[in-house]
């Protein structure tokens, strides 16, 4: 049972966002990347250490580059953002990509949906216990 409504309430507001910033008006994965970022008011170390992708994948969102990022990289966003499966799937329509039934999409549905809260460090962790690759760019850094 929760004991503080308060955090729970702010939760919610947090995922509303996190739609809201999705869902707007861009018209790339990056710029939907990048409105995150802004939603959160996070800056290129945090974001860096949240996704555990470098600094190139801070500056492609920011300045929209013209190439897609991959299922990859936007995992490692997701996951490093704490989005729900919901917003991770709407994310992931941006490059045309759906979570399937493979080893992987059950994976990655697993630790967005029912590690919500966790550190992408522990969520690695699981990935790495199935034997399948690690999240984010610079995952062997801690």
Known sequence: MRTDGRMEVQEHVRRFND??????????AWQMVAGLIQQRGWKKPLFCKMTLLDDYVYDRAM?????????????SVCAGMDLDLESTEDVL?????????????????????????YSIHDRNEFLKMLGLKPLGSNSKKK
């Not at 739609?19 to 790339?28: K, T």
């Not at 941006?94 to 809260?117: C, F, N, P, Q, S």
């Open 19 to 28: 739609r809201c910033a999705i869902r707007g008006d861009p018209q790339s």
């Open 63 to 75: 300045s929209n580059h013209k190439l897609q990022p991959g299922t990859h990289i936007l995992m």
């Open 93 to 117: 329509s941006y490059i045309g990509v759906r979570l399937g039934e493979t080893k992987r999409g059950r994976a990655y549905k697993h630790i967005i949906r029912d590690m919500a809260g």
